[in-house]
């Protein structure tokens, strides 16, 4: 009998040993935003089948149909300063597009879209976000949430969303078992996270880079915070992954927003 993602097994040392595992939730975030205000420990994580109100980044909403994708989120209680919190996301973001790379085969190349997005093809696959709960400038718990389209069919996706979203399923040219990439995934990140605090952002930073493939893009950023979107050519990025674009003759550095790729490398 095939497995369901209540059959999950985390495979890791600390992320996962507590699980919360659900049917259909209304987010996955919000149940461990309770829980974390509540005192579990870190490394707790939520996972459901299904969403009727998923988060994306920046507020928005993250379309989430049952039976087909993984939705989850962990607790996190990271000693860093609040502005270090965000290097979280670049390790989520190698994670999944490793686990990624697992499941499809070498013949599938994931791209990372900064900061978050795991593309392929060029259309999103996953979302990830980082929601902290903060103490004047400490942070007492943050969540990381992410969600992958995994067994997704084309007919399925809202026609709002065809040009830009996609899956493993679509991409492969197959169906992928979401409890053996769901429990991969988690081993993943567990080793990403580990790395990261016993060796710092640049080696999180250069794994990210190997699957960022925006240097050159023309691109259109806006969002919350900018009074005016700004359309220019992507530099790179620094070496605390903010986003460099030159616009004009200046070149800004940005550290949150939406990101519009208009056309490809020049």
């Known amino acids: 009998m095939e497995r369901t993602l209540l059959d999950l097994r985390p495979p890791g040392r600390w992320l996962g040993r507590r699980a919360h595992l659900y049917r ?18 870190e490394g707790t994580i939520v996972l459901a089948d299904q969403q009727s109100a998923g988060r994306g980044r920046l507020g928005r909403s993250f379309w989430s149909p049952p039976g087909r994708s993984v939705y989850l989120s962990v607790v996190l209680r990271p000693e860093e300063p609040l502005e270090e919190i965000p290097r979280y996301v670049f390790a989520a973001a190698v994670a999944v597009a490793e686990a990624v790379k697992q499941a499809l085969g070498a013949a599938v190349q994931p791209e990372i879209k900064w900061p978050n997005d795991v593309l392929l093809d060029g259309r999103k696959t996953s979302g990830i976000n980082l929601p902290a709960q903060v103490e004047g400038q400490r942070v007492l718990s943050c969540v990381l949430g992410i969600g992958v389209n995994v067994n997704v069919e084309a007919d399925e996706i ?11 399923r679509i ?24 790395r990261l605090r016993r060796e710092g952002f640049a080696g999180t930073l250069d794994r990210w880079l190997k699957s960022f493939r925006m ?3 023309r691109v259109r950023i806006g969002g919350p915070g900018f009074t005016r979107e700004l359309e ?7 070496t605390d992954g903010a986003l460099l674009l030159r616009a004009g003759h200046a070149t800004h550095r940005i550290l949150a927003g939406d990101v519009a790729l208009l056309a490809g490398p020049e």
């Open 158 to 168: 809202p026609e709002e969303l065809r040009e830009i979203a996609t899956s493993l």
């Open 232 to 238: 220019g050519i992507v530099q790179g990025v620094d």
């Open 171 to 194: 991409a492969g040219g197959k169906a992928v078992c979401r409890v053996s990439f769901a429990e991969r995934l988690l081993g993943g990140l567990e080793d990403e996270i580990e």
């Open 215 to 217: 240097q050159g893009a």
């Open 24 to 41: 259909g939730v209304d987010s996955t975030n919000r149940i461990a935003e309770s829980v974390a205000r509540n005192g579990a420990p």
